[in-house]
């Protein structure tokens, strides 16, 4: 093979494995499947990779490498604004959802449940992309430091960002609805405005890479408000709130 050969042959086999992994699940997807999907052959893969999961351990580097320039370049070189670059990334997965009519599943959580956790070579490749995930966000919750309470943990906080994207995907997707995620991407935005002392303030709205996508296509409920161009979400003129910052929650209805 030559060398152009050989790194078309081994590119083809794990964007192949990518997406049938998405789309199928690992154990769905079988050896047979991803060979035609690459058009190659069973000696060309152990040419490359020893096993299934050796190519599985290939498609997370992939992830890995590609999240600043999918996921974090196209919405840093929009905005200057590290909560609004926050706010950007959450619209990335909205618009990916959007594009596919909500089927879309963040890729590594779905791994991360599907796979035996004692098979700890994969499980730390996907908390390696988990954690420069979360490195991402905490550069941005860095940019907000002064205007946070002191001492306050920005890993933690970095963290339940994390939290409110993977599980607001889930939900949008298992309620083929939009609802699940601009409800929670809004509870979260209250989150910080109540801990920024913002509410009730104007928000920034940001031309993302997505929203295109967002204004040729209604998945689900329509959101009621004015639509910010980032989140998709209502701006609602809430009173300032001095109390220390808590997740809202519906009153109790009195029997």
Known sequence: MTPAAVTSTKTRLIEAAR??????????????????????NSGS?????????????????TYLDGLEPVVLRPVFEQTQDPLERIFGILDGYRGRLIETGCRYGCPLGRLALELDPDNRAVHERIAANFAAWTTAVRGC????????????????LSRFVLTVMEGAVMQARTNRSLEPFDQSVEQLRDYFDRLLGTEGRPQKTMVCHTT??????????????????ALGRPINNR?????????????????
Do not use: C
């Open 212 to 229: 295109q996508h967002s204004r040729k296509q209604t998945v689900g409920p329509k959101p009621r408000g004015r639509q910010s161009l």
């Open 19 to 40: 997406y049938l992994f998405w789309k199928n699940g690992y154990a769905a997807t079988g050896m047979a499947e991803i060979l035609v999907a690459a058009k190659a």
């Open 239 to 255: 009173p300032q709130a001095n109390n220390l910052p808590h997740i809202s929650k519906k009153p109790r209805r009195r029997k």
């Open 45 to 61: 893969f152990y040419h490359f990779f020893d096993s299934k999961e050796a190519l599985l351990l290939a498609v997370l580097e």
């Open 141 to 156: 919750l860095e940019g907000l430091k002064d205007r946070l309470p002191a001492g306050f943990d920005l890993e933690s």
